[in-house]
């Protein structure tokens, strides 16, 4: 199984700050590699997919990058709103897995 | 809009058996597959199971597989989960989520549904 490794396990950060959250694979995952914020309470939501596209209606704010093996969530400019838990998670191989996830919380 | 509902959620008995459904619409359901994806109290997301638009092809996670099986009906779109041998570490939210348009990721996921395992 593919593992993915997440770090931060916890980010404390202000608003208006710019953010980068990392994803590791434990093999290369080539592009598939997706982005989620969860909010307490809450079903995820889908920010980005094949590691760089934005999913429609999320803020520019949010963009991905990178591929293989390392992956990279950077919010650019920290909105209220965006205070939640990220996960990544891959679709190269089944079992799909995901990250342990990254709490973000204002500081 | 997309809407995914599940239900059959509830307290069972460790050993026992229970299924779950997601009613689906506002999109075409039987051109997608369909996943499930669950959460224990306080802890990560954990990939269940997939099948694909047809009920062709089916896919478990390690933790699941001989116990769970991943079934759906296109004349109802209804997405089924049927679990059997239950025990405490099944204990969580299970979520629906539908297939994305350009690969296996989740576009849009349902509320979810709590059931727990104890005597």
């Known amino acids: ?107 | 809009q997309v809407q995914l509902v599940e239900s059959g959620g509830g307290v069972v008995q460790p050993g026992g058996s229970l299924r779950l459904s997601c009613t689906a619409s506002g999109f075409i359901f039987l051109n997608y597959g369909m996943h499930w994806v669950r959460q224990a109290p306080g802890k990560g997301l954990e990939w269940v199971a997939f099948i694909r638009f047809d009920g062709s092809n089916k896919y478990y996670a390690d933790s699941v597989k001989g116990r769970f099986t991943i079934s759906r009906d296109n004349s109802k779109n209804i997405l089924y989960l049927q679990m059997n041998s239950l025990s405490a570490e099944d204990t969580g939210i299970y979520y629906c989520a539908k297939n994305g348009h350009l690969g296996d990721y989740f576009d849009y996921w349902g509320q979810g549904t709590l059931f727990t395992v104890s005597s």
């Open chain 1, 1 to 107: 199984d593919i593992q993915m490794t997440q770090s931060p396990s916890t980010l404390s950060a202000s608003v208006g700050d710019r953010v980068t959250i990392t994803c590791r694979a434990s093999q290369s995952i080539s592009s598939w590699l997706a982005w989620y914020q969860q909010k307490p309470g809450k079903a995820p939501n889908l920010l980005i997919y094949e590691a760089s596209i934005s999913e429609s209606g999320v803020p520019s704010r949010f963009s991905g990058s990178g591929s293989g093996t390392e992956f990279t969530l950077t919010i650019s400019s920290l909105q209220p709103d965006d205070f939640a838990t990220y996960y990544c998670q891959q679709y190269n191989s089944y079992p799909y897995t995901f990250g342990q996830g990254t709490n973000l919380e204002i500081k």
